[in-house]
């Protein structure tokens, strides 16, 4: 009799963990979302293009393009010559990403001309955190299953199966069928990693004094605005610095800081309030770094995760009303990495009002097909 094999938990864990199914995913929404937003913030800062590309020897010499960059046949910066034509090329492929139109290549274009673009920011000293997240999780969704939900590439195969065979339903056809979840679960690994690095960035360079609260009063109490009077700091790198000198661990240079934007007399006031406590400020610097380097919560299902996701929510509108920096991109994959199904199911509301919607949703019987799984 032949011995039987038996699977490992650890395995069927993994297994359940990354590969069920589920069409309760919003991975769909997230492209849309993150596309949208990325091209609109290009376009506000850069208008259309004609102020990244331009040749500026002093300024594009200051940082090196990226490894990738090195890798892609591009020019960097691009000749101004060029510019008008990529911007072109760039909404399109922008258009076609959002509204699903070969979606997947589309998407993966998009990432890697944000890149070049961002490339072309950082070499010239400006540093923008949002799109170093959103870039990694559009090149996520050209590979993830259930990326093209609400895509017309979807409605282009329902219109085709329509027409062939008479049959199919408009909304789960565009909805798409049930995705493995490892798309969402790698985005959720990859925000883990992003707050969880910053965390542990403010211990390894700032020690434990960065805890005093000191750097956050250094934002607030008005030296880091420009809109308050004061001679303010200004952190550059000669050109006479060595290499090894010049940046940290060869990824990242020393010489730079946030600067604080809000403009607002009553924002400005608050933050002059709050940097004036040292309790307070003690308390947002040691809450910041605690809630960082707890960022591995988002890998639990269930209220842990939830939680986490409101509370970096939460921690992206104070710094927005406070510094005018809202991050808004990390706040909407924030919002929709929330399970809602599960948080539905969990949450106490009245039974009458809970059996009403499920009665709406009754006659969407695909719906509950292949969908019994927390994402």
């Keep these: ?15 359940q963990y990354f590969f069920a199914k589920t069409r309760f995913h919003t991975l769909g929404l997230i492209r849309i979302a993150l596309v949208v937003l990325g091209a609109c913030h290009i376009y506000r800062k850069f ?8 040749i500026n020897a002093e300024l594009d010499n200051l940082q090196e393009p990226s490894f990738l960059m090195k890798m892609l046949p591009f020019p960097f910066p691009l000749e101004p010559e060029y510019a008008q034509t990529f911007a072109y090329f760039y909404y399109i492929i922008a258009f076609c990403a959002a509204v699903g139109l070969f979606t997947r290549p589309a998407l993966f274009i998009f990432g890697l001309a944000t890149i070049y673009i961002i ?19 559009l090149l996520i969704l050209a590979l993830a299953p259930g990326a093209t939900s609400f895509s017309v590439d979807n409605l282009l195969k329902w219109a085709y199966r329509r027409y062939k065979t008479g049959t199919g339903n408009l909304l789960p056809a565009i909805i798409g069928p049930p995705a493995s979840v490892w798309g969402i679960k790698l985005i959720l690994i990859l925000l883990a990693c992003v707050y969880f690095t910053a965390g542990v960035s403010k211990i390894r360079y700032g020690g434990l004094a960065w805890l005093d609260g000191q750097t956050l009063t250094h934002y607030l109490d008005g030296s880091a605005s420009p809109y308050t009077e004061g001679n303010k700091p200004m952190f550059i790198g000669p050109k006479n610095v060595p290499q090894k000198e010049k940046w940290k661990d060869g990824f990242g240079i ?47 299902n269930g ?12 921690m992206h509108k104070s710094i927005g009303f406070l510094m005018n920096l809202p991050f808004i991109d990390y706040q909407v994959l924030c919002f929709l990495l929330i399970d809602w199904r599960w948080v539905y199911e969990h949450i106490p509301i009245g039974y009458g009002l809970r059996q009403r919607i499920d009665a709406a949703f009754s006659n969407f019987k695909w719906l509950n097909k292949q969908t019994n799984t927390s994402i």
Excluded: C
């Design 1 to 15: 009799m032949e011995k039987q094999t038996v699977r490992p938990k650890w395995v069927s864990f993994l297994d």
């Design 303 to 314: 209220w842990p995760r939830v939680f986490y996701l409101l509370g970096a929510i939460m």
């Design 119 to 137: 490339d072309v920011e950082v070499s010239r000293g400006f540093f923008n955190h949002e799109a170093s997240l959103t870039t990694q999780t």
């Design 254 to 300: 020393y010489t730079y800081s946030y600067g604080n934007r809000q403009w607002s007399n009553f924002w400005q006031k608050v933050g002059h309030a709050l940097a004036a406590n040292k309790f307070l400020i003690t308390a947002f610097a040691v809450s910041a770094t605690l809630f960082e380097l707890s960022a591995f919560l988002l890998l639990l």
């Design 47 to 54: 208008r259309f293009m004609q102020g990244i590309t331009y």
